[in-house]
Nanobody, 117 residues
């Protein structure tokens, strides 16, 4: 069983930045960030493969950056120019698969991000 623990969430004013971290108990080739806002469905933000290839949802490009430290088994999400509509619970996820799209096997408990106007 793989455990994921997110941190770095909090409250920030619009235009601010946050960096989320996700500590993973064991290496997994594919890792991703997702979020679920109030009254909304969960949506994918970005994913990254073990060799560093990244993919972003179109609406997240430019403000969010995903990266990972394989030696430390840690995933990051740098979020800049935050907007109130970014308010959500943010989750990291992982799986051992060659294709980082689609469903993920392991999930963290999430960290809350609240952006005020």
């Amino acid at each position: 069983q793989v455990q994921l623990v997110e941190s770095g969430g909090g409250s920030v004013q619009a235009g601010g930045s946050l960096r989320l971290s996700c500590a993973v108990s064991a290496y997994r080739y594919c890792m991703g960030w997702f979020r679920q806002g109030p009254g909304k469905e969960r949506e994918g933000i970005a994913h990254i493969s073990g060799d560093g290839s990244t993919s972003y949802a179109d609406s997240m490009k430019g403000r969010f950056t995903i990266y990972r430290d394989n030696a430390a088994n840690t995933l990051y999400l740098q979020m800049n120019s935050l907007k109130p509509e970014d308010t959500a619970k943010y989750y990291c996820a992982a799986k051992m698969a060659p294709d980082c799209r689609g469903m993920y096997s392991f999930w963290g408990q999430g960290t809350q991000v609240t952006v005020s106007s």
